[in-house]
């Protein structure tokens, strides 16, 4: 069998993790040729071949007609292989991050070539600039990372022959070195990018005993996510927090584990969702914000994820509301208009409502700056901080689970049997043949995809909003 696996990139990240599991899985039962718009920053073990216009926008050629990219790509697979492939496995083909990309994948249809469309991040989910107004590509297979996906692309309008269900692996055999290490620090292990919620964690960290300073791994990339990343940095100097950034570069990931007391995670959003199973095989407990969707799928799983918190509910007292709603109302109506849907300001003014009620709002919904705003309260005013804990009293002690032994054994135990490399191979491999063997028409319904994403009693701003540093970065100085 031969796989031709194409994506805008091979940076470091989810997405490029993802095509190296298919590789070595690949390498099983086939052969594997990869085909990016920019050459690999890292050692790629098969050929890699670059076609510069199925790059990002940002550093693709100015101008590029996307049947002669679709051209380059087949001739791309025909130097490698004369005979052809067997299909062509895109990874995330809905995102807009390259305009031309739908025309690209149209005009491999119309060559006849076999596709596969992965799915990892929907442009729906909190990323209107990268929608496309076009349909997406019809009558060919699609494939998700996780179960809630499955059942979101089979309510748009796919059909089950035709959508894939393909979990991400985990490698179960990670070394034991946690003997010779005695837990010295709460981790964070993730990119520090907005929608990981970095000011809950700096708030959590406030509560943690015995003076365990809580470790943050490695910086956004992106420039949307820096200035706000700039911003926590700066808070912590100037309050003097018990917090470390960047700690992923200067020590090795696995002595940063191993040396951890728990893991802990206030992501408001994730894709596949690694960072709520893969600290498990190291016999580490998670601990933090539940998400459903996400957590649903590992639960089904047979993983239980029970003991983490579902929000963080603060006085409404606490923040300037009138200021706070006319952010949250500014953003919903930028966000409807660039994905074309009807405003009815009655609607979110109800919306907005419910999310208040009993006078609390949940933390993650706040932006950088009210979440500065409690942040600085429970620090300077000691019944400020006995108030959140009376509401809050999961927070008295961070990372305390019952029967955490057990637990962890259980959980180690459903990872293994639900995410082995071997069984990721077979289902791989059978999904392809299914590709191969059973053409398929169906198409998705976007506005169905919106309907589902775009849920106005989880509008948080870290996710829809932009960080304003006009307004944020006085409440440093102030």
């Known amino acids: 069998m031969k796989i031709a696996i194409l994506h805008y990139h091979l940076k470091p990240g989810g997405v490029t993790t993802v095509i190296r599991q298919q590789i070595t899985a690949i390498q099983k039962f086939g052969e594997a040729l990869i085909i990016t718009g920019e050459k690999a920053d890292e050692e790629i073990p098969v050929k890699t071949i670059c076609v510069p216009g199925l790059a990002y926008d940002r550093v693709k050629p100015a101008a590029v007609d996307p049947k002669q990219v679709a051209f380059s790509t087949i001739n791309a697979i025909l130097s490698h292989w004369p005979d052809g492939c067997d299909l062509i496995h895109i990874h995330n083909p809905t995102l807009a991050k390259n305009k031309d990309l739908l025309k690209i994948i149209e005009a491999l249809q119309a060559s006849r070539q076999t596709?596969?469309?992965?799915?990892?991040?929907?442009?729906?989910?909190?990323?209107?600039?990268?929608?496309?107004?076009e349909p997406y590509p019809e009558n060919c297979h699609y494939g998700v990372i996780n179960r809630r996906d499955h059942k979101v692309l089979l309510s748009a309008g796919l059909s089950p022959q035709g959508t894939h269900l393909i979990e991400n692996t985990i490698d179960s055999n990670v070394k034991d070195v946690q003997s010779a290490y005695s837990p010295s620090h709460i981790l964070y292990p993730i990119r520090a990018i907005r929608r990981k919620n970095i000011g809950e964690a700096i708030l959590i960290s406030l509560f943690i005993h015995e003076n365990l300073p809580l470790l943050i791994t490695l910086p956004p990339n992106s420039p949307a996510d820096i200035e706000s990343y700039h911003f926590w940095q700066h808070f912590v100097r100037k309050h003097k927090l018990n917090i470390g950034f960047e700690a992923g570069l200067h020590h090795e990931f696995t002595s940063l584990i191993a040396a951890s007391k728990f893991i802990l995670t206030t992501s408001i959003t994730e894709g596949f969702g690694f960072a709520f199973i893969e600290p498990w095989l190291s016999d580490k407990p998670i601990w933090g914000r539940y998400l459903p969707g996400t957590c649903d799928g590992f639960e089904e799983a047979g993983i239980s994820l029970s003991h983490l918190y579902r929000q963080i509910s603060?006085?409404?007292?606490?923040?300037?509301?009138?200021?706070?709603?006319?952010?949250?109302?500014?953003?919903?109506h930028k966000m409807l208009n660039l994905y074309k849907q009807p405003i009815n300001r009655v609607q979110i003014k109800q919306t907005f409502e419910k999310l208040i009620q009993n006078h609390q709002i949940d933390f993650a919904l706040l932006n950088e700056g009210h979440q500065?705003?409690?942040?600085?309260?429970v620090l300077t005013n000691r019944k400020d901080r006995i108030h959140l804990l009376e509401i809050n009293p999961f927070l008295l002690h961070p990372g305390k689970i019952e029967n955490v032994e057990k637990l962890i054994a259980t959980n180690k135990a459903a990872i293994k049997k639900n995410y082995d490399p071997f069984a990721y191979q077979k289902i791989l491999k059978n999904i392809y043949q299914l590709v191969i063997h059973n053409p398929i028409r169906h198409k998705i319904n976007q506005q169905k995809l919106i309907e589902y994403f775009v849920k106005l009693e989880e509008f948080s701003l870290l996710k829809w909003g932009r960080f304003n540093k006009d307004s944020v970065f006085p409440l440093i100085t102030d």
């Open 115 to 133: 596709l596969f469309l992965q799915i990892h991040d929907f442009a729906e989910d909190g990323r209107p600039k990268s929608f496309f107004q």
């Open 314 to 332: 603060v006085p409404l007292d606490w923040i300037v509301i009138e200021d706070f709603y006319g952010e949250w109302e500014k953003t919903v």
């Open 372 to 377: 500065a705003i409690v942040i600085k309260k």
